[in-house]
């Protein structure tokens, strides 16, 4: 099995300059919190969220992993621009795809000068560029490695059902990129369909993370046995652990096939002793301080972070 599929040694990430409470999404994001129309705070907390940004990027690059920033569009008006994964995914076989999503704000986040200079620059080969953008048209979404999990060594695509992730989106884009999908439902504890697969499930080369809880037992059980039979310890998380964004980690690597799992600050001391172990004896773990992202965004560590599994 070659596990370095599952875990990249180069990341994108968008450095926020208009970063803030985003109205258009909160209705269906529970993690996300408001700032009640202080303009002074919203001032304050996009600066916040770029020196959060700044020591976050910082802290990875440290244990040699290659993280490329882009900097937001000016005057774009796209406060989640710090969250590029939505929108955008690198696979091995050199596919781009771009991603329908369901805020109008949002949609404005799409970049094809980031696929350019990616190409151009950095050295990654960009063999098609699939667009699913249109179904906005028809008023269906599916954002990105936010709505999928996807295991790269084994062509499996995992997504939970919630306003922005369209089952049909999601089976036509498995069968364009020759993935098998696994669909399931998944609620918080006020039974309100949880908005992004990744806040409730990790996936590591060796093991995932999931809060079993949200989701019902049949289905679950299903879940479970796909993850076991490729090899992964299910470690599961509490609705408590996943409110504070334990699902929403990922696994990278270093230039020295050292591997590491990214996760907020909150994530971490929301782990009990035997998660912990159980982490650490698959990979180290690097941490970000990201508060106010978390809270004003209602998104993590991986909703930071998109993977680049181009080949050079």
């Known amino acids: 099995m070659n596990w370095q599929l599952q875990a990249p040694s180069s990341i994108c990430m968008i450095r926020p300059q ?15 919190q408001s700032v009640n129309g202080n303009v002074g705070f919203e001032q304050d907390i996009s600066l916040l969220a770029r020196a959060e940004f700044d020591g976050f990027t910082e802290r990875i690059r440290d244990k040699g992993i290659e993280v490329i920033v882009f900097e937001e569009s000016e005057n774009a008006s796209t406060p989640d621009a710090v969250f590029p994964n939505n929108w955008i995914s690198f696979h091995k076989d050199g596919t781009v795809i771009l991603y329908p999503m369901m805020a109008p704000s949002r949609r404005k986040e799409r970049r094809r000068d980031i696929i350019e ?10 063999s098609r560029v699939l667009d699913f953008s249109h179904f906005e048209i ?15 060594i084994n062509n499996i695509a995992y997504a939970s059902h919630s306003p922005r992730t369209s089952e049909k989106i999601f089976y036509y884009l498995c069968e364009r990129i020759g993935y098998e999908p696994i669909m399931f439902n998944a609620r918080d504890q006020q039974g309100k369909d949880i908005y992004h697969t ?5 996936l590591g080369d060796k093991y995932a993370m999931i809060c079993l809880e949200a989701i019902p037992r049949k289905q679950g059980e299903m879940v479970t046995d796909w993850l076991k039979n490729t090899d992964r ?6 609705f408590d652990q996943m409110a504070s964004f334990a699902g929403n980690m990922i696994q990278l690597r270093n230039a020295n096939n050292e591997k590491y799992l990214v ?11 035997d998660q912990m172990n159980k982490i650490l004896q698959y990979n180290q773990i690097i941490v970000g301080k990201i508060p106010t992202i978390e809270k004003y965004g209602g998104g993590s560590a991986r909703c930071m972070i998109t993977g680049i599994h181009l080949p050079k």
């Open 117 to 126: 200079s990616l190409s151009t620059i950095y050295g990654f080969k960009v």
């Open 263 to 273: 996760m907020s600050k909150s994530a971490m001391e929301s782990l009990n002793a």
């Open 18 to 32: 208009g970063f803030g409470y985003n109205p258009e999404t909160s209705a269906s994001n529970a993690f996300q």
């Open 138 to 152: 028809d008023g269906k979404y599916l954002e990105g490695t936010g709505s999928i999990i996807f295991d790269h």
């Open 233 to 238: 310890e299910v470690i599961n998380i509490s």
């Open 198 to 202: 990744n806040v409730l499930m990790t």
